[in-house]
């Protein structure tokens, strides 16, 4: 039985340069879709999972996270004296219990790799989840878990994985595929943002990982790979051989939120599936299109 995933890193030391003058002084992590931000989802995903520890891997300008996951005691006092219980209730689900929340910076951008690295002292020598908020994906049961159950069976390094078109997979770190089994697929290689050409497949990896404790060593090596950064599929490759790595076909519909159109496509997605939302969502948008 492999050793449980219990802790969870979630990197948000970016400056979310895309989405300026909205991140200029909040947290791209803090945007919001439809009335929650895409941290407290990646957080409600992870949760859900079973993670009993958050790690949150910060820089500069970030603390409307830290304050977000933390009591806000005038306005729960507010809430509580003019009886509006529900938006209470869903005020104190944010608020994970004590000593579950971890924070550490990541001093410079030096890519995803360095800031999994900058969390190893929290993470000790047990397996971690790792989380990008900027990858939000709609599923009635959340990724995460889908990869964990996946994961009870067969231990090792896992990534989450999607189809993408192969002329644009060098935006993604791309898979090598051997055995797939239903939705688990043998990781035989791992190559970061290749060329269409060069690409061994159209499997790639989004921003959903389950990593074993070796992982960090080889960061520690600081060696740099794609757009001069630290990069954790490279580690990951490098793991290859080592332990057993496998890809999960999850269930369910992802949206690149660190970009204009998917974070815009993600509000109407997620607003269309609410039943307190959908028929007005679907009317308005009948009169624009």
């Given at each position: 039985?492999?050793?449980?995933?219990?802790?969870?890193?979630?990197?948000?030391?970016?400056?979310?340069?895309?989405?300026l003058p909205a991140t200029k002084s909040m947290p791209k992590e803090m945007l919001t879709v439809v009335d929650k931000p895409l941290i407290q989802y990646?957080?409600?995903?992870?949760?859900?999972?079973?993670?009993?520890?958050?790690?949150?891997i910060t820089g500069?300008?970030?603390?409307?996270?830290?304050?977000?996951?933390?009591?806000?005691y005038e306005l729960q006092d507010m809430l509580a004296a003019r009886g509006k219980d529900e938006a209470l209730r869903l005020?104190?689900?944010t608020i994970p219990a004590p000593g579950m929340l971890a924070f550490t910076r990541q001093q410079e951008p030096l890519g995803l790799g360095h800031a999994v690295w900058c969390g190893r002292n929290f993470v000790g020598s047990e397996p971690v989840a790792v989380l990008l908020a900027d990858d939000l994906i709609l599923s009635p049961k959340g990724c995460l878990k889908q990869m964990v159950e996946a994961y009870n069976k067969v231990g090792g390094n896992m990534v989450a994985l999607m189809e993408v078109p192969r002329e644009q997979t060098a935006a993604y770190g791309v898979v090598k595929p051997g055995d797939i089994t239903?939705?688990?697929?043998?990781?035989?290689?791992?190559?970061?943002?290749?060329?269409?050409?060069?690409?061994?497949?159209?499997?790639?990896?989004i921003g959903r990982y389950i990593l074993q404790p070796k992982v960090f060593e080889d960061l520690g090596r600081m060696e740099k790979g794609a757009g001069g950064e630290i990069q954790l599929t490279d580690a990951l490759a490098r793991q290859l051989g080592l332990q057993p790595f496998n890809g999960y076909l999850f269930e369910g519909r992802r949206f690149d939120c660190g970009n204009k159109v998917g974070f815009l496509e993600a509000n109407l997605a997620f607003a269309l599936n609410r039943s307190d939302m959908r028929d007005d969502i679907a009317t308005f948008l009948k009169n624009y299109i």
């Open positions: 039985m492999p050793v449980p995933v219990r802790k969870a890193i979630f990197p948000v030391g970016g400056l979310g340069t895309r989405f990646a957080v409600d995903e992870a949760r859900e999972a079973g993670i009993e520890e958050l790690i949150f500069r300008g970030k603390t409307a996270i830290e304050d977000h996951f933390d009591h806000a005020v104190k689900e239903d939705r688990l697929v043998e990781v035989r290689g791992l190559v970061e943002k290749p060329k269409p050409e060069d690409a061994p497949s159209n499997l790639a990896v």
